[in-house]
């Protein structure tokens, strides 16, 4: 689209509300639109990941899929684009990926080894792979 042109339009709806939170990332699945995540900052709070498998529904649900993480902001989050069940997420304690987040509680795994333990604000993934270096959660 041309941003400049008169012609193009932004068209927002809101499919969920998480008063008082700052929203870190929002992930949309390359391989399909309904399955989003989103990650949460500010200390103090229980929560900090939502994931959704029906986020263009009028009625779309997000879920909570915090599973075993601690209580801490998480900044960012992708997925997987060869296996979508696989999702990354970059914390301020490093990088933790989970092999099913449609699990009702996901199992999160850190990559301690192929990742320090430095605060992660951006993630991609590559093609049919997970993050495996720095280089791919800054």
Known sequence: ADADSSATAVTVDMVQNLPGRN????AVDPN???RVLVTCGNYGNSNYVYYSSNATSTSANFLVKD???GNFPVYAATFDKGNSAYAIIGTEF???STENINMASPQWGGLANESPHWEHWWCRSGQRRLPRSPRDCL
């Open 23 to 26: 929203i870190t990332s929002i």
């Open 32 to 34: 399909n639109n309904d």
């Open 67 to 69: 599973g075993n993480l």
């Open 94 to 96: 490093g990088i933790f």
